[in-house]
Structures are given as structure tokens and as C-alpha cells.
């Protein structure tokens, strides 16, 4: 779709989201028509006052009486004023528009404002659910900064764009209701007001076109930034034992100054709209009151229709500059937009198909069967695997790395979809289950521990959301964690991470282990769960393991020999094939690659 064709249909469905809120709207947009009725009342109260006043001034000048008779036409009332309380109680009069606008001005902003704030949670609550739904393939391909970039910072801009919208809302009622008092007041005059209105318009577009496009510019630049922070951040270890601060310094600066770049353009386009804008207004403004005036002295206009004419100029002259900027920053919104609906539109996981079936009472079999799949088209991960891992069984994943033991495990509880072939569980093909029940019943170890900026506890109880303490406690007894948590101050208490107590990789490893263990899975996948833990660590979890492995059926990437011998069987993965598999014994006597990498892992 091309760029301007997408910003406008993203603009439909950001006002879809208004119209959610249309109740709302609409009695905001009530009470917008209200203040614009005080308004205008005050200054036909206020034009009102100014001629009788000045006629009053003429017949006391010329020694007359003390007496005005006005008569109002559209409300077909004569008015006769015979002293200065008479004046008073007419300034009276209208003060008690300006008053009334004091408190539909509450209301205004209120219910204008929920509306936006309810819009913005319902996009940061939508593109969270996106997030989660997503597929690995899309992370794969995505940098989380820029995932994150949508949440915070285009968010942040739609959310200055409904405060626009509303604005655009609000303003333009207005500057109806006054072009429709000025109409009524005068229409010669009000066509002198419109006169610059085309001249408005091509401003706007031809300056909302640039600022769109530096706008989209500086959204990208955010993202490349958040992204940037966010790799360096994680990565400051690596930055600080290279000493490479001056080249990412450079690196960051660079960005630094392409954000500031093109916001100064964006400046400059703003910086010379404004006046622009400023003159055209002005220019109105000043034909107004040089044709009032001649009319006046003509004798062809009253005081009174002077007046008000001149007073709602003014007052149509601030919602008129105000539409102006809007424009400016609806502009920058809507490519927030394009860039929202981006993510919300990206393709999600492969749901289950209809008639899906939930897996209950699960003995635990895996069956791969011709099992062919590849991360990207003609780059096969995986070529044509075929085992099978029966109920409470172990079964060990060794081989070269990059050969496709991980992508094995990711596969069984269908974190990428399987070219050809079929994955069964429990004899059934895993993609006319459930995904949800499938992955219940598995508990998955990743290389890499992750642990959640959360207590010991709430971490270990991730595993299964319902685990009393007794159970917690537990299930890190099991994983041999218990020791080292009843050590720290707080123990169970103490929290992870950030501003936490720092755990060693071992032990966060066993909190892993723990979290798994308690979550009971009937299939364990463990990928080189122990391949980073010092020799005393991983004798405790050996243990652990063990146990934990007996009643299960597991399948582990693993490293050690010892693992690997207490295997039930060993599956050999080179190159994305299943090149051997057997038990150790008749592996070693075979001779082939198995062989080959214990002879080179396993000298001693
Ligand atoms: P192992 O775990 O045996 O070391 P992997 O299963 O991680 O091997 O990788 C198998 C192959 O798939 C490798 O060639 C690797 O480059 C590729 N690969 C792994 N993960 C991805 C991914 N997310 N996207 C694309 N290719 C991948
Ligand atoms: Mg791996």
C-alpha cells in the first residue's frame, strides 16, 4: 500500500477508536456548543453595552435625559435603561454567561479527556495482547527495542494527537458557531474574514506534507534508539571488558544527532508556518476593521453590529491559529499510527484450528515423524527427523553445535510450524491440539535462565500460579535451591534482579529447575540446563535432575557425559539430520560421530 494511502486508513481507524467513546464525544462536543453560545452571548451582551453606553454619552453631552430605549430584534424585547443600575445589572447579565462558562469548562475537559485517555489504554492493553500472541518468528526477525518503541513512544504521540483531535474537535465547533454568529451579524463583513481562508488551506497542505515525512523520519530514529539502548544496556559487560565506550559512544552520538537533525527541521517547518499563519489571521483582521470602520462612518452599520463583529474576530482569530497547529501534529500521529497498526495487523501465532482437541491425561510420548523445517525458505534446520521418545523415557540430544538440537526442542511445543512431517504427542499430531494444552504439559528449561524482577517466590511460582508455599518450598528443596534461598536475607521474600539480591548463574539456574519442577509437566525439555555451572552446582543439580527425570519423559540438550550415559537412548544431530541414535554402548562401539565427539569431549 502506498505510504499516503496507509496513513489514511490509518487515520479512519484511529477515529473508529473515537467512535467507541461517541457518548462521551458527543457531550463534549454539547458542551463545546455551549461555551460557544456563552460566548457569543457575552459579546452581543458586550456590543449591546458599548452602543447603548456611547448613545447615552450623545444625550448627556447634548443635555438631554437620562433614557435609553433599546429594542432587541431577535428577541423582539425592548430594554430601557434610566440609570447606572441599570447599567450594572445588564453588566450583571452578562457575567452570568462568562459564569456558566466557568462550569460547563469542567465538564468539557472531562469528558473530551476520558475519551482520549480510555483510547490510549486500549491501544497500550491491544498491542500488549499482540505482543503476546506474536510469533517467535516475528522476534526472530524484529528488535525488541523497536517492538518497545510502538508501546512508549508511538503511543506517546497518539496520544498527543487525540489531545489534537479533540483540539481539531473542539476548535473547529467553535470557529463555526462563530462564523455562523458573524453570518448573522454581518455577511459582507464575514466574507472579508473567509477571503484568506483558501490561502489557509494550501499552507497547510503543503507544509503538512513536509512535516509528515520528517515526522516518519524521527519515529524511525526513536526506534533505532530504543532498540540501540536496549542491546548496549544488556550488553554492557561485553562493551566495558573490549573497552569499547568511545565506539559506542560514536555510534549513539550519531543517532543523537539525526534525532536532533531532523527535529530542527521539523522546527524550521513549524518556525516559518507560524508566522505565516500570524500574517494571514492579522491580514483578515485588519480588512475587518478597515471596512467596519468605513461602513460605520457611512452610517450603513451600527455601533452595536460593529462591535460584535470586531469582537468575534477576535474571538473566532485563537481556534483559528489553533487548527493550523493541529494539523502539524496530526501529521506526526498519524505515522505513529501507520507504525501501531503495523504491529497490531503483524501476523499472530497459528491459532488452533476449529475442533481443536485438549490434551488431558497425557502419558508423555513424542513422536517426530519426517520432521522437516527450516527458520528461513531453503535453509533447512532440520531435514527429515524421525524418533521416538515412549512415556517416562529419557532421551539425550548431543551433536556439533548449530546442528538443530535446539530448534528439536522449540519445535514440540510449537514455537515454529513444521514444514513437513508431524510432531505426535500422546500419538496425536500436535497441531490438532490445543496449543494451550500442549504446552501445560510441558516444562521447559532454557539455556539461557530467565528469571522475572520479582521475589524468589512469585519467581518460583511462575511455574504453576496456584502452588501454596508448602509446595514452593518444595519443589526447591527438589532442585536443591532451598539451602542457598534460606541463606539469603528475606529468603523466599527476597527479590530478583534490579535492585534485588544478584544470584549466581548456578543458582538461578536450580530456581529454574525448581520453577519447572513445580509445575509438574509429563514432558520435560532441558536445553544445556547444566552446560553453565561451575562443578559444585552442578553436582546438586545432577541430583536434582535425576529425580526429576525419572518419572517424566524428557528430552535433553546435553553436554555431560554422565547425563548423556543415564540416557535411555541418544540421539545424534548433525546438520539437521538424526545421523545416529542408540545408547551409549552400542554408539561407541559403532564407531561414527557419537564416537568421534566423546573421544574429543570426554579424553580424560
Ligand atoms: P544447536 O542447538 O544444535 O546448536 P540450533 O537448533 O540452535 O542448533 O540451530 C540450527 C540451525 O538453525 C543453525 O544453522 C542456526 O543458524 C539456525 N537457526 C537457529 N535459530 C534460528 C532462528 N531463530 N532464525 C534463523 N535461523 C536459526
Ligand atoms: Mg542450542
Redesign the pocket.
Known sequence: MASEEKKKSAGYRLARYFLQYKYRLLGGMTTTAILGGLDVAAVTGISHLVDILSEIATIMRNGGEFVVEKHIDYVDYTLRITSFRDIALFVGVIFIAVFGKAIFMYFHEYLMNSAAHKILMRLRLELFDKILVLP??YY?REKTGGVMSRITNDVVNIEQSTASSISLIKNGLQVIIFIAAMLLTSWTLTLFVLVVFPAFAVLLRVYGRRIRSISRRISLNVADITAFLQEKINAITIIKSFTRERDERERFREMAYENYKYSMKNVRQVATLKPMNETLGSLSMVLVILFASYYFVQGEMTMDVMTRFILLVLLAYQPIRTLGKIHATMQKALASAVRIFELLDAETERRDRPGAIKLADVKGEIEFRNVSFA??PG?P?LRNVSFRVPPGKTFA?V??????????I?LIPRFYEIDEGAILVDGKDAREVEISSLREHIGMVTQETILFADTVFENLRYGKLDATREEVVEAAKAANAHRFISEISKGYDAFIGERGVQLSGGQRQRVAIARAILRDPKILLL?EATSALDSESETLIQAALEKLLRSKTSLV?AHRLSTIQNADRILV?EN?SLVEQGTHGELLGKGGLYRKLHEIQFKD
Open positions: 517467535m518468528k526472530d527458520y528461513e535453509k534446520a540430544l551433536g556439533p553445535s548449530g546442528g538443530g538440537k535446539t530448534t528439536t522449540k536445553d540438550v544431530i539437521g
